[in-house]
């Protein structure tokens, strides 16, 4: 979270971006988010809670910090829009080791592994739909 208030922390780069943050809040989110946590919902209340170690695995997949420092040189956007990703391009290689360490801790049965595997799948498929729709407009 890495803020007082949930998400707080990036509506405040994105502040920094020129983006307002009321009018941003009271839009609803796009059809690919909304899918993306429903699914989640559906996974973890209607079959197995395990299901959310799925959605947590895409901190594998965190931002590379030398990638987000070319983004900030070739969009001349100001830094501070993007101090949550230049963060968790440090934080989230821990998480996700942690992660995995975790998982495979656990006394995972073939349905949790696929159930699992399931939720990894679909989360990056919405996420990259959401993320293609952001840049096409």
Not at 34 to 59: N, T
Not at 104 to 133: R, T
């Amino acid at each position: 979270m890495h803020s007082d208030d949930p998400g707080g922390a990036t509506l405040d780069d994105l502040v920094a971006l020129g983006i307002d943050p009321v009018t941003l809040r009271h839009r609803p989110p796009r059809p690919e988010i909304a899918a993306l946590i429903g699914a989640q919902y559906y996974w973890i209340f209607h079959r197995d809670p395990v299901a959310v170690l799925g959605f947590l695995a895409l901190e594998s997949f965190h931002p590379h910090e030398p990638t987000v420092e070319l983004l900030i040189e070739r969009t001349g956007l100001p830094r501070a829009g993007f101090r949550q990703l230049l963060l968790h391009a440090k934080l989230d290689v821990a998480h996700a080791r942690d992660l995995h360490r975790v998982i495979d801790m656990l006394p995972l049965e073939p349905q949790h592994e696929e159930l699992i595997g399931l939720s990894a799948l679909q989360s990056i498929g919405l996420l990259s739909e959401a993320l293609l729709g952001v840049v096409a407009g």
